[in-house]
Each structure stands twice: as structure tokens, then as C-alpha cells.
């Protein structure tokens, strides 16, 4: 069965920090462009990284770069996104999605997304 499980969310105060992973059962995440999204309440969903197919090259949102990083542990299976320096508008369900397609850039939102993981909730509150 193929799965993507998201782990790592949780309640943060302002400036601290979050592993976000993202598990996958069914397939080998090193074959696939790897991104991670963010949907917050009553906003539209958005890129916040991801990871490319053809050669590992890396992406961030405007709003995130600098503060976040993605990784890929092949081993493991398992994509990962450290969150640094969290603000409160980072606050969102965050979803992790795999792509086999190299048609576009993993930041292109013209590259389809087969797998989604179910979200993990980050909140960034005092």
C-alpha cells in the first residue's frame, strides 16, 4: 500500500523550532520530487519546499528560506523539514506529497503530485 505519514507536528512558542518527517510505505521516496505544503485556516495551500527527482536540488518558499530545511534520508525512507526561528504565521497544517513526474520543477505548480500524506498540525503561539 503506498503512504505517506507525516510526523513531527506540535505547539511551539515564537522562535523555537520543529522536525517535520515524512515516512514513506509502498515505494522508494529517492525516485520521486519531494515537497512539502502548508494549508493555514481560511488561505489557500502553498509550496513551502521541496526537494527535486533528477538531482536532489533543494527550493524554499520566500517566506521560509533562511529558517527552513529539507532532507532526504533514502535509508530511512523519509523526507524531513527543520523549521527554525517558527513565527506565528507559520501556523498551518503542513502535508508532505511525492511526485515521479520530472515534466517540471518541484516548485512548479504546474507539476502534479500523486501521493499526499494526511497533514500534521504545526501551531506557533506563546
Known amino acids: 500500500q503506498v503512504q505517506l505519514v507525516e510526523s513531527g507536528g506540535g505547539l511551539v512558542q515564537p522562535g523555537g523550532s520543529l522536525r517535520l518527517s515524512c515516512a514513506a510505505s509502498?515505494?522508494?521516496?529517492?525516485?520521486?520530487?519531494i515537497g512539502w505544503f502548508r494549508q493555514a485556516p481560511g488561505k489557500e495551500r502553498e509550496g513551502v519546499s521541496c526537494i527535486s527527482k533528477s538531482d536532489g536540488s533543494t527550493y524554499y518558499a520566500e517566506s521560509v528560506a533562511g529558517r527552513f530545511t529539507i532532507s532526504r534520508d533514502n535509508a530511512r525512507n523519509t523526507v524531513f523539514l527543520q523549521m527554525n526561528s517558527l513565527k506565528p504565521e507559520d501556523t498551518a497544517v503542513y502535508y508532505c506529497a511525492a511526485s515521479d513526474s520530472s515534466a517540471y520543477a518541484c516548485y512548479d505548480p504546474r507539476l502534479g503530485y500523486d501521493y499526499w500524506g494526511q497533514g500534521t498540525q504545526v501551531t506557533v503561539s506563546s
Open positions: 509502498g515505494f522508494s521516496l529517492d525516485y520521486y520530487a
